[in-house]
């Protein structure tokens, strides 16, 4: 079992940058994959970043490439989303998740879940 907690979010203007966090608890923090998934209104929750447990692989979506780095702290049974360059279309409450799955892309396949943050970029 594990819980998650994400803090960090905010308000920024398009360019600014934030870095999110996601404090885990529960001894098997670090063999889980863990993602950031985000959900703006009327939209469906979408992958973001994730990154495997021993942190040495991460994949990304196409449109935060490059701006968005994801790392974890195992010792710290933290994982951390690092946002610059952010853009409007980043607005969203962005949600932590937790697991094992074999699609790291899909929400679905996550059964341990945070709170979310808000996340607004204004033009």
């Known amino acids: 079992q594990v819980q998650l907690v994400e803090s960090g979010g905010g308000l920024v203007q398009a360019g600014g940058s934030l870095r999110l966090s996601c404090a885990a608890s529960g001894r098997t923090f670090s063999s889980y994959t863990m993602g950031w998934f985000r959900q703006a209104p009327g939209k469906e929750r979408e992958f973001v970043a994730c990154?495997?447990?021993?942190?040495?692989?991460?994949y990304y979506r196409g449109s935060v490439k490059g701006r968005f780095t994801i790392s974890r702290d195992n010792a710290k049974n933290t994982v951390y989303l690092q946002m610059n360059s952010l853009k409007p279309e980043d607005t969203a409450v962005y949600y932590c998740?937790?697991?094992?799955?074999?699609?790291?892309?899909?929400?679905?396949?996550?059964?341990?879940w945070g709170q979310g943050t808000q996340v607004t970029v204004s033009p």
């Open positions: 998740a937790a697991d094992a799955p074999r699609d790291v892309t899909t929400a679905q396949a996550y059964n341990y």
């Open positions: 990154i495997i447990w021993s942190g040495s692989s991460t």
